[in-house]
């Protein structure tokens, strides 16, 4: 088993969970979304997008852009709700923030289709 396949397919899978529960519950109800959960994918994301920078096939350059995207959409979303909180609709805000994590969300989604489709298609 190699410890580095691991550690990759770990962070890129819990980046699409951390995305998937912050994601998950009513659009605009904001007891359904914590902020520390939306940081929490931030951060994994962010870890998960460092350790695709180091392969250099296509399938990587593809694994990294959508990894970029995620990141860009979920960085977006904490700016958002840093600098419009407490001076905008907080269930319009919501809306907004959950629905830039659902873009975030279907890059992870692919970043794993990938991964997995990479990993089926290796041979011993």
Request: charged residues 10%; proline residues 1%; without cysteine.
């Amino acid at each position: 088993m190699n410890l580095e396949k691991v550690i990759f397919g770990f962070f890129i899978v819990l980046a699409m969970t951390l995305n998937f529960g912050f994601f998950l519950g009513d659009i605009d109800n904001p007891a359904h979304h914590h902020i520390y959960e939306l940081y929490a994918a931030i951060v994994v994301s962010l870890i998960a997008t460092v350790l695709k920078f180091g392969d250099r096939t296509h399938v990587g350059a593809i694994l990294l852009s959508t990894s970029l995207a995620a990141d860009l959409q979920l960085i977006t979303a904490a700016i958002l709700w840093a600098s419009l909180s407490g001076k905008y609709d907080e269930q319009a805000l919501m809306v907004y923030i959950v629905s830039l994590s659902g873009g975030a969300l279907m890059a992870n989604i692919i970043s794993v289709v990938l991964l997995i489709a990479e990993t089926i298609s290796q041979r011993r």
